[in-house]
């Protein structure tokens, strides 16, 4: 894999694209509105009407396209993961089993809830029985790991780690990077590796390894807890539009074609295009509304991240409305080397004589305002890429990063000043036996993480020296899961970055 990047602003408009209308006619009612299921009662009618969809599709017989299983073969077979075209696919994917309940239970006002992890920690509780009123409860998958009572950690889904993701103004750093080398629209590209970022890699994919069992693997969404994961990633999506955001206009998304990947309610498959998926009334629901606030700068729709940099430094063009030039620094170290369980793993990465003090000052005001106020994409946002990393044959794996700490051990905690985030995995390396897979032939997988957060902190503590940066990673326990399990973690490649 070509690892390399390029800091650029690809030409075009950053103005939101028109939407094309999806193959089913959408709801000529008023738009139904999903709802937080922690708000909703177990006989709420929208969870009554979930509780009989699913049901309704789980009797189907097996030769039936729309039999629940068959339907989580769609995922196995087409889902994108670590790249830019998770997040429509996704959406996709979810109304089109949201018109299948709609068609199988007779109610055209159903919206998908959500499970809004921040708000309600542990597995709703319509999900956590296995029978309710005495018969069978479809909502119950007996392989889950999880238990009703473990509650989902801060430094997984608190809100300090949602709003650094709805703070990201790059869109191939919030909806994770373009496949590396992408340069047509061929179908080839849809499940090729880019590079994960936060929220990918962090409450998407840990909440898909707590919640274990078949919710950990590509067939994750025979567990109809799947629907309420993503309808949360997705619900985050459309926040983050609404926060002064952009998506990308580059034609290699816009144009992207999911061929034949869905289902209609009359079992034939229908194609979807990207530039179809950027509204959510357009393909039949919305969201609780949020507060709006007016844009005063153009974030950085078009940065790309991928694709071969000429030397070390290199300039981009300001995208309309921006106040500044970003001047690109970059240096990378080949690992090869492996973090045992529970221990930490250092990657020193010089920055060819740039005092890691410069580092700390970036982006000074980033932390001044509520996350909600947008803010123009200002030059000195330091990335770290950490490429090529094995997936581990398990789903027991977290893998805590901090920067510089000299006293780092496993129970260092999330709010130390050195912290930076975490990131896990989805999927095991050989989950995808038989299929065009979105693992890379080796299994090896690629994350974004943001350090600017992390080197501000130290900054303003004064205890960042010198000219070398400390990348530190340590494997410890996913959350419910027991320390043997853990795996080793050997990275590639580490690459620091500035925007």
Known sequence: MTLSRRNFLETGALAALGCTAFPEPAVAQSTPVRRSIGQLGLADPAVQTLREGVRLLKTKPASDPLNWSNLADIHLNFCPHGNWFFLPWHRAYLVMYERLIRSVTGNPQFALPYWDWTADRQLPAAFAQATFNGQPNPLFEPSRSITPTLSLPDNMVG????????GQTAFEIFASSRPSGQNSIAQSWQRANGSQGPMESNPHNRLHTTVGG??????????????????????LWATWIRRCRRNTTSTLWTQFNFVNNFRRTNGTTYSVRVSSLLSTAGNGYNYPPTQTVPCRAAPLANLALRGPLPGTAARAVPGPGSRTTATTFRTAVDV????????????QVPLQGRPLRTLSAVRASASAGADDVPRAATPGQVLAFIDDVPTPPNNATD?????????LNADTPASDPHYVGTFSFFGQANDHAGHAGHLAADGRVSFTLDLTPALQALGRAQQLSGDTLRLQLLPVAAPGRPVDQVAPITPGRVEIAML
């Open 159 to 166: 809100p300090s780690v949602i709003s650094g993701i709805l």
């Open 214 to 235: 078949i919710m950990s693997g590509f067939r994750s969404p025979v567990d109809p807890i799947f629907l309420m994961h993503h309808g949360n990633i997705d619900r």
């Open 336 to 347: 090869g080397r492996t973090a045992a369980p529970m221990q930490v793993l250092e990657v």
């Open 399 to 407: 893998v805590r990063v901090f920067l510089n700490c000299d006293y």
